[in-house]
C-alpha cells in the first residue's frame, strides 16, 4: 500500500533552521558594519556647506587664493546632528568629529583644501578604518 506525503520531516526542519542560523551570524556583523559606516558618512554629508563656505571666502579673497582662518570668516555656522559631535574650520581646513557612530573609536575626517589649480580642492583624512574609501 502507498503512504501520502505530508508535510515536512523533523529533520528536514533542523536543517532549514540550521542554514538560516549560519547565514544569519554571517549576515548581521555585517549589517552592523555597514550601519556603523553609514552613520560616519553623515559627518562628510553635513561638512558640504563647510567646504562650500571655504571655497567662497577663499575665491573671494583679493587673490583669490587665501584661506579662511575661523568659520566665522568663512561665514559658516557650525552644526551638529546625533553622528556629528562638531565641525570646525581653521585656516582653511575642516576637522569633522563624529560621535556615537558604533565605530571601534568614532572618525574625526580633516578636509585640507588646495587652492595651486586656481580653484579649490579637497582632500580627505582619517585614522578610521570606520571611515568611507574616498577618506581613508
Known sequence: MKKNMQGFTL??????????????????????????????????NMAAPAKLAVSEATLGSANGK????????????????????????????????TK????????VFVLTPSTATGKVSWTCTSGSSCAPASCR
Open 11 to 44: 529533520i528536514e526542519l533542523m536543517i532549514v533552521i540550521a542554514i538560516l542560523g549560519i547565514l544569519l551570524a554571517i549576515a548581521i556583523p555585517a549589517y552592523q558594519d555597514y550601519l556603523a559606516r553609514a552613520r560616519a558618512a553623515e559627518g562628510l
Open 66 to 97: 587665501t584661506l579662511p582662518p575661523t568659520s566665522t570668516a568663512a561665514g559658516y555656522t557650525p552644526a551638529t546632528s546625533k553622528y556629528v559631535q562638531s565641525i570646525a574650520i581653521a585656516n582653511g581646513k575642516i576637522t569633522v568629529t
Open 100 to 107: 556615537a557612530t558604533g565605530c571601534a573609536t568614532d572618525p
